[in-house]
């Protein structure tokens, strides 16, 4: 008696959907992720063991490099342009937050005289910015 024999497909895995749903993701990550705001210039911020307040909504930040460079957020800056910037907040500047990232390598007397703008032109607050260092 002859057994017929049935014949075997060969076992294949169909990735489509593992496709879509790594493509579903990565459209998750995307949108979801936060993004660094950097500034034009080149700012290494001096460490410190103590962990940055939370983030004011009013808030002006003020770049300055290693070389003397300043950068009102995005934009580079001379220095009697950004007096006549702070100047324009007036008196709503009392409820804002003047954010000073200096490079740790900044001349200490371009960071004071930064500082002192910020004092003059009437910001409630001053912030430093530093860079948190998770200490052993």
Known sequence: MAFLRKKRETPRV???SMVDVVFLLLIFFMISTTFVESPGIDVKLPESSSQASKTEVREVKVYQSRNGDISLGQEKVTQEQLESRLRAYGPAARGMTFVLLADRDARHG??????DMAKVHGFGKLAIATEYVKSP
Do not use: K, Y
């Open 14 to 16: 169909d990735l489509t």
């Open 110 to 115: 371009q960071v004071v005289r930064l500082m």
